[in-house]
């Protein structure tokens, strides 16, 4: 089954800064993947998605990119706030097994005002 | 509001009991899956399930059980349960219609074990 590690566990950044996160998964017949920004005692939710026929989508401060020769995809996020605030997880899923979904361990960022 | 509807919100039970945590998919939506989340930890997958059937299965214990009824909500059911078994049980659902979607979580049913 996929694999999904993720990057750092611990993220801290002023605010204003950016944020980056990594993600690496082992299943080269993954196609989706998603990102989820989960706060503290709430749903995961999501808040951007990339497939794996586009090296890159952006919305607003947020931007994922996927390298699929590598086998990697990154969450950058611009000009951060303090409601940036949360644990985002990456997740990967492939296409023989419709949403079979497999997510990364977290990362918990901070944003310092 | 995803639409994924969990209950109960809260449980707290003693060990060696059994509960069961109920799930209502989104309008719509065929696939249920469960997740597991320990205080700091990541999303554990637990089971999926399609249009009533048993489609994935993950680091789900034998002591766990679940099923997806024809009326797609889904019940899992964990027995003979254990101080580590307390933690953040989320559901979630997706459509399912070939091509790969996001999950749409609930809002989780929180399980204290003591």
């Known amino acids: 089954g996929e694999n999904v590690e993720q990057h750092p566990s611990t993220l801290s950044v002023q605010e204003g800064d950016s944020a980056v996160i990594k993600c690496t998964y082992s299943d080269s017949a993954s196609n989706y993947f998603p990102w989820y920004k989960q706060e503290l005692g709430k749903r995961p939710q999501l808040i951007i998605d990339?497939?794996?026929?586009?090296g890159e989508k952006k919305d607003q401060r947020i931007a994922v990119t996927l390298n699929k020769t590598a086998k990697h995809f990154s969450l950058h996020i611009t000009e951060t706030q303090p409601e940036d605030s949360a644990v985002y997880f990456c997740?990967?899923?492939?296409?023989?097994?419709?949403?079979?979904?497999?997510f990364g361990a977290g990362t918990r960022l901070t944003v310092k005002p | 509001d995803s639409g994924v509807t969990q209950t109960p919100k809260h449980l707290i039970t003693a060990t060696g009991q059994r509960v069961t945590l109920r799930c209502s998919p989104r309008?719509?939506?065929?696939?249920v899956y469960w997740y597991q989340q320990s205080l700091d930890q990541g999303l554990q997958f637990l089971i999926q399930y399609y249009n009533g059937e048993e489609r994935a299965k993950g680091n789900i214990l034998e002591r766990f059980s679940a099923q997806q009824f024809p009326d797609l909500h889904s019940e899992l059911n964990l027995s003979s349960l254990e101080l580590g078994d307390s933690a953040l049980y989320f559901c979630a659902s997706s459509p399912s219609t070939g091509a790969n979607s996001p999950l749409h979580f609930g809002n989780g049913t929180r399980l204290t074990v003591t």
């Open positions: 997740a990967a899923s492939p296409w023989y097994n419709n949403n079979d979904m497999r």
């Open positions: 309008s719509g939506d065929l696939s």
């Open positions: 990339i497939r794996s026929n586009v």
